[in-house]
């Protein structure tokens, strides 16, 4: 029987579409074979040392145990919490008992005095953290910081609104997941307005706190 060249036309469109699909096909096939990028914050394992340029944003909240030294004559108790975010820096002393990532760290915090008088604090800070590579899902970490606050706490230890803070710490991750961790954290929390009033005692309290953070 003889093809009419409607018939032609038809079986020449399904060829080529047979054809692309095939190339197409192909296509796909080579770029899964392919080796693809690592999407993982780490660069070996969990606790092995974050790749470069990895994010971190968290809350923490906790409370203080007021401790009066260096010149503080009451004992100041808080609570607190902050939201806080992070750029970790490539692995540094690498292949050593040391080695890990440094965190630059922002965080802004707030909160009251409960003890001796009820008087609001808040603020910003910011500072190092390094975080050490163990290779397992505990990532312990030092940190400190220093930045800008507000208080009402007032006589005897501070005599105005505006004061500085300074911080420094140890505490650990324990990552749940991959890019998921929860954290427990002690810090020594200082405040005082470097001699711009003459009540300059300060006060000096230490913190303790648990807190949630995802890597991005």
Do not use: C
């Amino acid at each position: 029987m003889k093809m009419k060249e409607h018939d032609l036309k038809i079986i020449g469109v399904l060829f080529l579409l047979s054809l692309g699909s095939a190339v197409f096909a192909r296509q796909t096939l080579d770029m899964t074979n392919q080796p693809q990028p690592n999407p993982s914050i780490w660069r070996n394992n969990i606790g092995g040392g974050f790749n470069p340029d990895v994010y971190s944003v968290g809350l923490m909240a906790g409370a203080t145990i007021g401790t009066p030294v260096w010149g503080t004559r009451q004992h100041h108790d808080l609570a607190l919490g902050n939201a806080n975010a992070a750029w970790i820096f490539p692995e540094s002393l690498r292949d050593t008992r040391l080695a890990g990532n440094l965190e630059l760290r922002g965080e802004l915090f707030g909160g009251a005095q409960f003890y001796p008088r009820a008087h609001y604090l808040t603020g910003m800070t910011v500072g190092p953290r390094y975080d050490f590579a163990t290779g397992s899902r505990f990532v312990p970490f030092i940190d400190g910081g220093l930045g800008l606050s507000g208080t009402d706490i007032g006589k005897p230890d501070i005599g105005g609104i505006f004061e500085f803070n300074l911080q420094f710490g140890a505490g650990t991750y324990y990552f749940i997941r991959d890019n998921f961790a929860i954290s427990v954290e002690y810090r020594w929390l200082h405040l005082s307005d470097a001699g711009i009033t003459k009540i300059n005692q300060g006060v000096n309290t230490q913190f303790l706190a648990g807190g949630l953070t995802w890597f991005f």
